[in-house]
């Protein structure tokens, strides 16, 4: 039985979810941000109808948020896609080729359908409708066909034939469709061959349209048998011998089976009828179809034995597939399938023009993510094609999903800072009206000084940190040697004796050595979670020197009582969620994600360390095997050199993660500069905010308000209290 690890399935989804929740942070923000900018409008629209509007407030410039609206839309909607996308509870692949190069011959292989279900036929194009493969170890093999309606069939299958072909006036109903003669082909079409392949495959759909017609409109999805299933999907008989029409009226297909290889549940497989000359004139939206729905796409090429070269029709079958891709807001990998032929077959070996084609590709627009020759009809080589396939979207989704992220991110911090713009329009207006010219001159000062104190001395900060960042963390090497003297003293290597008794219960000396793999590399992982003191005393460290500036150079100190890390959680707690209306504020964001941001094993050290473990893993190609004739001493001397080696290979891996530490910390310093310091406009949440702390405090200790005022001077904003004589 074929079996396909199911680590690399489950990972794929493991990372698609965690991918899908950060989408949806995003999406959450742009939501939060919509309604603030329709608050924001609705709050001007009021305020300009007031009877008691002021002629500075009648003076304000437009505020144009139609535009920044209609941007918020587009980008929710194609957050919406990317994930529902990562939201998928299955992997699904795309076969695409033309006819007659083995993509039926793989589907078969990887899904266990016959040619009777899935054609093969060796005459005509045989596949005839869009059709997805998914599996059921329960249920016997059956299908549902989902029928056109009449709307779909006029919009989605024989328009395009009159727009491509410039056949004039479209029929409105089939029954129009069915009276009337069809146009002639123009001239100007009448010499080119694919123009006439199409207008050859209209007529098809029009002289046949009785033998089907009596499907459109029926309710879908209909149930049928597997006996059934050809004459729903296939264009003829698997030799031949006549005709089928029913495909013609069939939308789409789900072809429910049981697949050989077990481990699969999750894969679905898209059939797709075979495309390039072959007349099909939806063939765009077919592939964008296919586009939004599948993770991956193989195009399947047999070279011919003789003597073969990559055709003009394979360069525009990859182009249009290319096309489609880029209008999807997802990543879709494609791989080239360049199907294999023995030498026994009726297309002879064609391994050599396979492997010429393969050094051509480099030579021709045809950009895959890899290339893979395997014999389609081979089951064996079929899966392993799958589960190369599968390895390589494993290896690179989260990658491609943080670029995702990244960029929707980027697009939400330029709406922002759009909003932001019209809204200082307001703040300036506002200030104008509201601030006594010469306290405010007085008070801005003061506060300009202490932004520039504090600016210095982060910046002071983060060039030390930068000068920093390649040197190795004292505090993580210490624990480090820590946590391996633990390893080398507590190994949890058993005695000949303990091996010996457990053989008794056992019975194989091969089941009580993998049994001591298990127990020696879990005791050898647990010493490791030592290294969470150590990581979390280097970043203590940092936080604590931040702290002391924000005290020092930001005069801040006053705020709380606490110190080091805890100043900085505080600082997190204190600051409101919202300090201007309606707007979620960057300064609290700054610091509470430094506050919550933690350096541990399991995130930081555990996965690199994973490799380093194969030689005490089971079955792993690292690991010393026993010999047949074995002993307790053979099994200990093996646990004992086993052990040692993985211990090396990760104490190598650990010495080369010595400054890792130290590059979080300065990207992490550098993150809460650049959002509480350098972000636009940020400096209006420190005024809004250290005046409201200010008037606070005055409500709390009027008797001391002068003597805060000296040495928290940041704090004197707008609004000061007045002067008395």
């Known amino acids: 039985m074929n079996t396909i690890k199911t680590g690399g399935i489950t990972n794929i989804f493991e990372k698609r979810r965690f991918l899908a929740a950060k989408i949806k942070s995003i999406e959450t923000d742009f939501k939060s941000l919509e309604s603030e900018i329709q608050r924001l409008e609705e709050n001007r629209q009021q305020l300009l109808t007031s009877p008691n509007v002021s002629n500075t407030v009648k003076t304000w410039p437009e505020i144009n948020l139609a535009e920044l609206q209609q941007s918020i839309r587009n980008e929710l909607e194609n957050l919406h896609k990317i994930k529902e996308h990562y939201c998928q509870e299955t992997i699904k692949i795309g076969v695409v080729g033309r006819p007659k190069q083995g993509k039926s011959r793989l589907l078969q292989s990887l899904t266990g359908l016959t040619s009777a279900e899935i054609p093969d036929g060796h005459r005509q194009h045989c596949t005839g409708v869009y059709c997805s493969i998914h599996n059921n170890s329960v249920e016997e093999t059956y299908a549902e066909v989902c029928f056109h309606s009449e709307h779909s069939f006029l919009m989605e299958v024989i328009y395009p034939y009159y727009e491509k072909l410039s056949l004039g006036v479209k029929p409105k109903t089939i029954d129009e469709f069915a009276a009337k003669t069809l146009p002639l082909l123009p001239n100007v079409f009448s010499s080119e061959a694919n123009q006439e392949t199409m207008y050859l495959r209209l007529v098809r759909y029009h002289i046949n349209l009785e033998k089907y017609r009596h499907l459109i409109g029926q309710p879908s999805p209909r149930r049928i048998s597997k006996n059934e299933i050809p004459e729903y999907i296939a264009q003829e008989t698997a030799y031949g011998e006549h005709n089928f029409f029913n495909y013609l009226a069939v939308r789409e297909a789900t072809i429910v089976c049981k697949f050989p290889n077990t481990d699969v549940r999750q894969i679905v ?274 936080k604590s020197q931040v702290a002391k500036v924000l005290i020092e150079k930001g005069h801040l100190g006053s705020l709380t009582q606490e110190r080091g890390t805890e100043f900085i959680h505080a600082l997190a707690t204190q600051i409101p969620d919202e300090l201007i209306p309606g707007r979620p504020s960057q300064l609290k964001y700054g610091f509470k994600t430094l506050a919550e941001y933690q350096l541990s094993y399991r995130g930081f050290i555990q996965h690199r360390l994973r490799q380093s473990l194969d030689g005490l893993t089971p079955n792993e190609t690292a690991t010393l095997k026993l010999t047949r004739s074995t002993s307790a001493e053979q099994v200990l001397l093996n646990l004992k050199i086993a052990y040692a080696e993985t211990l090396s290979k990760c104490e190598n891996t650990l010495k080369q993660l010595l400054s890792e530490p130290n590059q979080a910390a300065y990207a992490t310093v550098e993150e809460f500069v650049d959002t509480i310091l350098r972000k636009k406009n940020i400096e209006n949440e420190w005024r809004i905010f250290l005046q409201q702390e200010r008037e606070q405090n005055r409500q709390e200790t009027p008797q001391e308000s002068d003597r805060l005022l000296t040495s928290r001077d940041v704090l004197d904003f707008v609004q000061p209290s007045p002067v008395t004589n």
């Open 269 to 542: 497989f898209v059939d797709m009828p075979g495309l390039g000359n072959t007349g099909i004139c939806n063939e765009h939206s077919l592939i964008k179809k296919l586009a939004q729905e599948v993770d991956a796409i193989l195009f399947v090429r047999m070279p011919k034995s003789m003597g073969d070269t990559w055709q003009e029709v394979d360069i525009s079958l990859y182009e249009k597939v290319c096309t489609a891709i880029a209008e999807v807001p997802s990543h879709v990998w494609c791989f080239l399938v360049l199907n294999r032929t023995e030498a026994h077959s009726p297309y002879r070996d064609n391994s050599k023009i396979c492997q010429d084609l393969v050094l051509d590709i480099t030579n021709k627009s045809i950009n895959v993510a890899e290339y893979i020759i395997a014999n389609c009809a081979n089951r064996q080589e079929s899966h392993k094609l799958l589960e190369h396939s599968l390895n390589h979207i494993e290896e690179k989704n989260l990658d491609l999903g943080y670029k995702d992220i990244l960029l929707s991110q980027q697009k939400l911090a330029i709406v922002q800072s759009k909003v932001n713009a019209e809204l200082d329009k307001v703040v300036k207006a506002l200030d104008l009206t509201t601030q006594d010219a010469r306290e405010f001159a007085l008070v801005e000062r003061k506060f300009q000084e202490v932004m520039r104190d504090l600016t210095n001395g982060l910046e002071k900060l983060l060039q030390e940190l930068r000068k920093n960042r390649e040197s190795v963390d004292l505090e993580f090497k210490k624990q480090i040697e820590t946590a391996l003297q633990a390893c080398r003293n507590d190994t949890g290597i058993p005695s000949v004796q303990e091996i010996e008794n457990q053989y008794t219960l056992e019975k194989s000396y091969h089941v009580v050595y993998e049994k001591y793999l298990h127990e020696i590399r879990a005791r050898l992982l647990q010493h490791f979670l030592l290294l969470d003191e150590g990581l979390k005393r280097s970043l203590n460290k940092v």
